[in-house]
Nanobody, 123 residues
Framework: QVQLVESGGGLVQAGGSLRLSCVAS????????MGWFRQAPGKEREFVAA????????YDADSVKGRFTISRDNAKNTVYLQMNSLKPEDTTVYYC????????????????WGQGTHVTVSS
């Protein structure tokens, strides 16, 4: 059974930084594409970033480009999202997702999801 557990969310002032972590179990982590998504109440889930199984390829949404960085440590079964220069509009729940396949920005392409971690950015 695949489990993805996010952590690192919290309250931060605008311009500040947070690092989200997602620890995976129940899968061969080094074979999986990993992604971060976010979803505000009443809105569709939005792609944030994705990273290939090797870490050699990364993809970012335009809304976070230059501010957020996705990375992974296959030895620790963990994917990270470093978030810098945070803005109030980044406030929402962030989800980690795993995909046994090539990297995609589409949420429907991911097989397993974490429970989410909440990020609040105050102005």
């Amino acid at each position: 059974q695949v489990q993805l557990v996010e952590s690192g969310g919290g309250l931060v002032q605008a311009g500040g930084s947070l690092r989200l972590s997602c620890v995976a179990s129940g899968l061969t982590f080094s074979r999986y594409t990993m992604g971060w998504f976010r979803q505000a109440p009443g809105k569709e889930r939005e792609f944030v970033a994705a990273i290939s199984w090797s870490g050699g390829s990364t993809y970012d949404a335009d809304s976070v480009k230059g501010r957020f960085t996705i990375s992974r440590d296959n030895a620790k079964n963990t994917v990270y999202l470093q978030m810098n220069s945070l803005k109030p509009e980044d406030t929402t729940v962030y989800y980690c997702a795993a995909r046994d396949g090539i990297t995609t920005r589409t949420s429907a392409g991911y097989d397993d999801w974490g429970q989410g971690t909440h990020v609040t950015v105050s102005s």
